[in-house]
């Protein structure tokens, strides 16, 4: 059965190009969006790409996701470092997340530093830019293949 991947993406991730290119770069989501599409088909994922604004709509997803995804990839934005109940719905399936950053979370602000999602995800990429999205793809289609 072909592997299927979430890939999640949080507040203000929809503003990507333009928002502070200085510290996320000048690549759109939409653009990240291709490349995931470009990186699955040639890994042979089946992949599903979203943005939310809204911390409760991320929790639903994630929580649906236990029944549909093999894994999940999330960028949580600023809900990294704020939310506990994406944490505990996290912590609540059994679908594997890695943790997903473009900027060098602690190279920056303090309270950047801390990250609720790493105490249950299985791993993190962080300060690779969008570059970190298929590379993200790569290193979890790894960890599913190792699981089989
Ligand atoms: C981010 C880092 C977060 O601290 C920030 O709030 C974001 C984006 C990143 O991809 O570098 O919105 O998750």
């Given at each position: 059965m072909t592997t299927r991947i979430l890939i999640l993406n949080g507040p203000?991730?929809?503003?990507?190009?333009?928002?502070q290119p200085e510290v996320y770069?000048?690549?759109?989501l939409t653009d990240i969006h291709q490349s995931c599409t470009d990186t699955a088909a040639e890994l042979g994922l089946m992949i599903d790409f979203r943005q939310s604004n809204h911390e409760g709509e991320l929790v639903d997803w994630i929580q649906d996701?236990?029944?549909?995804?093999?894994g999940i990839i999330l960028?949580?934005?600023?809900?990294?470092?704020?939310s506990v109940a994406i944490m505990d719905a996290i912590g609540s399936i059994d679908t594997p997340v890695l943790e997903l950053h473009l900027s060098n979370i602690h190279q920056?602000?303090?309270?950047?530093?801390?990250?609720?999602i790493s105490k249950v995800a299985f791993g993190m990429i962080c300060g690779?830019?969008?570059?970190g999205y298929p590379l993200a793809l790569r290193a979890i289609k790894a960890r599913l293949d190792a699981a089989k």
């Open positions: 203000n991730l929809n503003l990507l190009g333009t928002r770069g000048h690549t759109s996701a236990r029944h549909s995804f093999d960028n949580a934005g600023a809900y990294t470092h704020t920056r602000e303090t309270f950047r530093h801390t990250s609720y690779l830019g969008a570059a």
